[in-house]
């Protein structure tokens, strides 16, 4: 009993000195996990340094090639735990119209061989000049005719001047019209007509002599069937006013415009005799596609371009 009297005092003493440590230890504790819930990104920056700390001592014996792809894999893994919030959102792009997409994308490719190539306008030039100059010098029909075709090829490239020497000479030149196709001829000289609002007194002056060479060749409905032909599909503006100075011309030519309102639909008798047939003309056009005259044209004249070259 004397011994443990004397104990009891010892332990009281330790635990007086003992519960001041116990309980600053519980707070210290208590504050360290509160900062942390605080602050995540802190956590998450101090797991990151610990873990590329140890992988960094971990890959020591390995050489700078495997360190590098080590390093890369490791940036790979520290980007893959950052928060799912802090990445962009990229929703995917939707196609429109999915079925025309699908028809581009089986769609065959253009037939470039039925493609004009161009041509340089100084070879047209050149070609021209040596069929006028083979025009000029010839003694016969037949070496009139062998520069007409030099000519005709120039025209059927689209060439303009070589279309208006050969419009300008059919009439009174049969070097011409044995090489140089009706349909042909009256395509070249309606062309200057429809392309502008605002014609020149000779490209009028050239069509009408050609209107009135078919009227005499009584071959008036073959004039008016290529004019019909040639005007289909035509969408350039004012077309209204292009097709009334189309038929004040064609009234100077006697049957010319009763020939051309016998082609076109819902046109009476009369409206043909006096060339008032403008609106109906027009809808057949807008109503039309074009016949596709001047690429078969071109088509041509590339074969004919083809057969100098050997020459």
Known sequence: MPAERQLLPTVIRLAIVLAPLVLASLFWASYRNRASSANPAKAVTAARSSTSSSMSQETAHIGSSGSEGLSNAQSAIMFSIAPLTSLSAMPPQVDPDP???????????????????????????????????????????????????????????????????????????????????????????????????ATSEDSKHIFLALGRHFDVQRQLDLFATQILSSLRGDSRPQLGYRIDNLLDLLARVPGACGALARLVPGTGEAAGRECSFGENLRKHIDTTAPAGEEEESKRRGLFMLNQLGGR
């Open 99 to 197: 079925v025309a997409s699908f028809r581009q994308l089986i769609a065959l490719p253009p037939d470039t061989a039925r493609e004009a190539p161009h041509i340089d306008p100084r070879t047209m030039r050149a070609i021209v000049d040596r069929g006028v100059a083979a025009y000029a010098s010839a003694k016969t029909d037949t070496d009139r005719a062998s520069g007409a075709r030099l000519i005709q090829t120039a025209a059927l490239m689209g060439y303009p001047l070589a279309r208006d020497l050969l419009a300008r000479n059919y009439p009174q030149s049969e070097a011409v019209r044995s090489v140089v196709p009706a349909n042909d001829v009256i395509r070249y000289a309606l062309g200057p007509l429809m392309e502008a609002a």
